[in-house]
């Protein structure tokens, strides 16, 4: 596996349901990031990790909880969403060094349907 | 805030034209600028990152331009293929972000037929 890997591709769930999205990045970097894709908006952060900090979008409804228990690995783990949910999930990654040659490396995404 | 804004939204044009996709923001005070690509089903791809420094950036047939006082950049995709087909992105990194913080227009879907 190169770069950076998302699974499932594809979840629908319904809104009393308990999922996880997983992401892990190959790349020996030291920052992931969960994006929101959604027909109605431009990509929006949703949360950020690096070793040493993390932030926080404060418009993300308590109902996404992210975790990232190591550089490579970063869940989502998803509890009664609902509808206006559905949309593609993008985790990314980057080496955090010098802020403005930063450039983040996406993986394919998870597309959620939420029922 | 940042707002980015992409136009066309959507272009069709047949192979070999020569392109401009625009993107603009309202806040000039940006680290970077990034062009990406995105295929259908998948994820972004990194086309060219232009440094607020810089006036514009060359990979192959692409070449971006910054304006950062106007809030300005042009895509400009040369001898246009139907391998072109995706939608491209804008993003700009604010000054003043925190970490990883960037701000996406919606995209310019394009077309090329053969």
């Known amino acids: 596996e190169t770069g950076v890997t998302q699974t499932p591709r594809h979840l629908v769930m319904g809104m009393t349901n308990k999922k996880s999205l997983k992401c892990e990045q190959h790349?020996?970097?030291?920052?992931m990031y969960w994006y929101k894709q959604s027909a109605k908006k431009p990509l929006e952060l949703m949360f950020v990790y690096s070793l040493e900090e993390r932030v926080e979008n404060n418009s993300v409804p308590s109902r996404f909880s992210p975790e990232c228990p190591n550089s490579s690995h970063l869940f989502l783990h998803l509890h009664t969403l609902q509808p206006e949910d559905s949309a593609l999930y993008l985790c990314?990654?980057?080496?955090?060094?010098?802020?403005?040659?930063?450039?983040?490396?996406f993986g394919p995404g998870t597309r959620l349907l939420v029922l | 805030k940042q707002e980015v804004t992409q136009i066309p939204a959507a272009l069709s044009v047949p192979e070999g034209e020569n392109l401009v996709l625009n993107c603009s923001f309202t806040d000039s005070a940006i680290y970077n600028l990034q062009w990406f690509r995105q295929d259908p089903g998948k994820g972004l791809t990194s086309l060219l990152l232009?440094?607020?420094?810089?006036r514009e950036q060359t990979s192959g047939r692409l070449n971006a331009s910054l304006d950062k006082s106007s809030g300005r950049s042009t895509l400009y995709i040369a001898a246009s293929q139907p391998g072109d087909s995706a939608t491209y992105l804008c993003a700009v990194r604010p000054e003043r972000s925190t970490l990883g913080r960037l701000y996406f227009g919606r995209g310019t879907q394009l077309t090329v037929w053969p």
């Open positions: 990314a990654s980057s080496q955090v060094a010098i802020r403005y040659q930063e450039t983040q490396y």
């Open positions: 790349l020996g970097h030291n920052a």
């Open positions: 232009i440094q607020s420094s810089q």
